[in-house]
């Protein structure tokens, strides 16, 4: 036991690993084992019998298989020697973001799931069964499980899919748009199986992973600039110069807002109408955050109203010329004199 710890405390030390060699799960299961190797060599010694020695060695046999399994499960899990190993030389940090952990445990379990059948035939082998008509079982078992939950097995590739990929994260702002049908809110959760999302009106909403790898998602969060474009319609009546003076006192505005990126600030004249002149303000603000992102457009939407009432001007209002000739004016009249005499008519009988 005591060459066991030695030896489990130099490996530590060379990889330079932070936790307690004595508590490590592994180094339980190399000091077990080497107990129970110790033993099972005086065992030999001691027994004379052939056939008790077989049964001994069929014993060491499976005792060994569960110890090797033991020990390469906890070898690769999240935090194992090896992963631990790998991260260490790649330079990267021991703990990651919450969504790589639901990821690493969705492949670890898998995994863990796969070498105890391993382990769980090689045992039956040594006890003399017959392991092809147990893989043929398992074989049919499988197929009709498979079957049974194939739905759900969709939904956690869809959700190791989005794990892995990361078109979201939690706390992302995204749209999820599946024909006609619309969902936005923020993400609140990841899992396997689905995603929780808090929808616009403050519900919770589960969206199934399946659905979202079959659905477009437009992740508004990613943005990285935001864009404000609107056009303001002024009357015909106002002059030149004053909606030139307007549109220089818009642009020195928003040359002032931090927010602003000033390169992609336009302020023109783009039409002229039958009833307005119309001027388009367009510009980029450096801000992703969609609250955020709202409150800088209704600042500048009160600063330009100020600036537009400064000037006494107000905006246009859609207006409709109706032009009559001559002829149908006279003609109405006579219309109206013709219904005016039938009415005197209608009285006086």
């Given at each position: 036991?005591f060459?066991?710890?030695?030896?489990?405390?130099?490996?530590?030390?060379?990889?330079?690993?932070?936790?307690?060699?004595?508590?490590?799960?592994?180094?339980?299961?190399?000091?077990?084992y080497?107990?129970?190797?110790?033993?099972?060599?005086?065992?030999?010694?001691?027994?004379?019998?052939?056939?008790?020695?077989?049964?001994?060695?069929?014993?060491?046999?499976?005792?060994?298989?569960i110890?090797a399994?033991?020990?390469?499960v906890?070898?690769?899990?999240?935090?194992?020697?090896?992963i631990?190993?790998?991260?260490?030389?790649?330079?990267?940090k021991?703990v990651?973001s919450?969504?790589?952990?639901?990821?690493?445990?969705?492949?670890?379990?898998i995994?863990?799931?796969?070498?105890?059948?391993?382990?769980?035939?090689?045992?039956s082998?040594?006890?003399?069964?017959?392991?092809?008509?147990?893989?043929?079982?398992?074989?049919?078992?499988?197929?009709?499980?498979?079957?049974?939950?194939?739905?759900?097995?969709?939904?956690?590739?869809?959700?190791?899919?989005i794990?892995?990929?990361?078109?979201?994260?939690?706390?992302?702002?995204?749209?999820?748009?599946?024909?006609?049908?619309?969902?936005?809110?923020?993400?609140?959760?990841?899992?396997?199986?689905?995603?929780?999302?808090?929808?616009?009106?403050?519900?919770?909403?589960?969206?199934?992973?399946?659905?979202?790898?079959?659905?477009s998602?437009?992740?508004?969060?990613k943005?990285?600039?935001?864009r404000?474009?609107?056009?303001?319609?002024f009357?015909?009546?106002?002059?030149t110069?004053?909606?030139?003076?307007?549109?220089?006192k818009?642009?020195?505005?928003?040359?002032?807002?931090?927010?602003?990126i000033?390169?992609?600030?336009?302020?023109?004249?783009?039409?002229?109408?039958?009833?307005?002149?119309?001027?388009?303000?367009?510009?980029?603000?450096?801000?992703?955050?969609?609250?955020?992102?709202?409150?800088?457009?209704?600042?500048?939407?009160?600063?330009?109203?100020?600036?537009?009432?400064?000037?006494?001007?107000?905006?246009?209002?859609?207006?409709?010329?109706?032009?009559?000739?001559?002829?149908?004016?006279?003609n109405?009249?006579?219309?109206?004199?013709?219904?005016?005499?039938?009415?005197?008519?209608?009285?006086?009988?």
């Amino acid at each position: 036991r005591f060459f066991t710890n030695l030896i489990i405390r130099i490996a530590y030390r060379l990889f330079d690993f932070d936790s307690d060699p004595d508590n490590s799960a592994i180094g339980k299961h190399i000091r077990n084992y080497m107990v129970f190797l110790g033993a099972f060599l005086i065992l030999q010694i001691w027994i004379k019998d052939l056939k008790t020695l077989a049964y001994a060695k069929t014993i060491f046999k499976i005792i060994s298989i569960i110890f090797a399994t033991n020990i390469i499960v906890d070898s690769i899990s999240p935090t194992g020697l090896l992963i631990r190993l790998s991260q260490k030389r790649k330079g990267k940090k021991l703990v990651g973001s919450e969504t790589n952990a639901i990821m690493n445990n969705f492949l670890y379990k898998i995994v863990r799931v796969v070498l105890y059948i391993i382990a769980l035939a090689l045992i039956s082998k040594e006890l003399g069964y017959n392991i092809n008509g147990m893989v043929a079982g398992l074989g049919i078992g499988s197929a009709l499980l498979a079957l049974a939950i194939q739905d759900t097995v969709k939904s956690f590739v869809s959700g190791a899919s989005i794990l892995a990929e990361k078109p979201f994260v939690i706390g992302d702002f995204i749209v999820i748009k599946d024909g006609s049908e619309e969902v936005m809110g923020t993400v609140e959760d990841i899992t396997l199986r689905n995603t929780k999302i808090r929808l616009l009106n403050n519900s919770l909403g589960y969206i199934p992973n399946l659905k979202l790898t079959n659905s477009s998602v437009l992740n508004y969060s990613k943005i990285e600039n935001r864009r404000i474009d609107f056009t303001l319609q002024f009357p015909m009546e106002i002059t030149t110069e004053k909606l030139y003076r307007i549109m220089s006192k818009i642009k020195i505005y928003l040359e002032s807002v931090d927010k602003i990126i000033n390169r992609t600030i336009t302020v023109a004249l783009i039409t002229i109408n039958v009833y307005s002149k119309d001027i388009r303000v367009y510009f980029y603000i450096d801000e992703s955050k969609y609250k955020r992102y709202l409150e800088i457009q209704e600042a500048v939407n009160f600063k330009i109203m100020e600036i537009i009432d400064s000037e006494n001007v107000s905006l246009a209002k859609p207006t409709q010329i109706l032009e009559f000739k001559e002829s149908n004016i006279n003609n109405i009249n006579s219309k109206s004199v013709d219904l005016k005499e039938q009415e005197e008519n209608d009285n006086g009988r």
